[in-house]
């Protein structure tokens, strides 16, 4: 099974709400990662986790706020988001932070109104 | 630090027929590896192909092959009997074997390819 999953695929939410992305692997991968792509542009780097700590946060605003409650699961959790936030949030895994494949899930398209 | 170049925004190709989608990069390191991924429309980033530095030979994977110049920094992506299905935007990719980046892949813009039928 290499397959990552993220919920809900598609989500609107207003500049006042809160609301949290979900990502899930069952292949045992020890590191996860999130990552915002804009239309017609590469995924850029938000957060890295590993063995379930935060390793990497790429100078992301507070008003996303990364947690990994187990090696299996990461949340995405968003409050008073800008419309430029909108965008397609990628969820990806990999057995670790060294040299491995990263598998990506589907990704969750956000629009901010 | 590491850059990733792809230097054609789009391709297009005829079903059944050969394309080569082309990808440099700038490192100082002597190891690390190097991807492409597909993302279709659908949106879901493919792993297509994979390639160790510290090895010569080049990476294959069905239909697909790569054209690994460790020397020029280049890393081009051949595609052989095209299919519809191959339609996509094609990120090359660059991961450092330095701990310190903690697995993060370095794209570059991509290459939006068409298939004709």
């Known amino acids: 099974d290499t397959e990552v999953t993220q919920t809900p695929k598609h989500l609107v939410m207003g500049m006042t709400n809160k609301k949290s992305l979900k990502c899930e692997q069952h292949?045992?991968?020890?590191?996860m990662y999130w990552y915002k792509q804009k239309a017609k542009k590469p995924p850029e780097l938000m957060f890295v986790?590993?063995?379930?700590?935060?390793?990497i946060n790429e100078s992301v605003p507070s008003r996303f706020s990364p947690e990994c409650p187990n090696s299996s699961l990461l949340n995405l959790h968003l409050h008073a988001l800008q419309p430029e936030d909108s965008a397609l949030y990628l969820c990806?895994?990999?057995?670790?932070?060294?040299?491995?494949?990263?598998?990506f899930g589907p990704g969750t398209r956000l629009t901010v109104t | 630090a590491q850059t990733v170049t792809q230097s054609q925004p789009e391709m297009s190709v005829q079903e059944a027929e050969t394309v080569t989608l082309s990808c440099t990069y700038d490192?100082?390191?002597?190891?690390?590896?190097l991807f492409w991924y597909k993302q279709p429309p659908s949106r879901q980033m493919i792993l297509v192909i994979r390639?160790?530095?510290?090895?010569?030979q080049n990476a294959t994977e069905n239909r697909f092959s790569v054209n690994f110049q460790k020397a020029a920094k280049s890393f081009s992506l051949k595609i052989s009997d095209s299919q519809l299905g191959d339609a996509a935007m094609y990120f090359c990719?660059?991961?450092?074997?330095?701990?310190?980046?903690?697995?993060?892949?370095?794209f570059g813009k991509g290459t939006k390819l068409s298939v004709k039928p």
């Open positions: 390639q160790e530095a510290y090895k010569q």
């Open positions: 292949m045992g991968h020890r590191a």
């Open positions: 990719a660059y991961r450092s074997i330095n701990r310190g980046s903690q697995g993060n892949l370095i």
């Open positions: 990806a895994s990999s057995r670790g932070t060294g040299l491995y494949e990263q598998y």
């Open positions: 986790y590993s063995y379930e700590k935060l390793s």
């Open positions: 490192t100082s390191e002597s190891d690390y590896y």
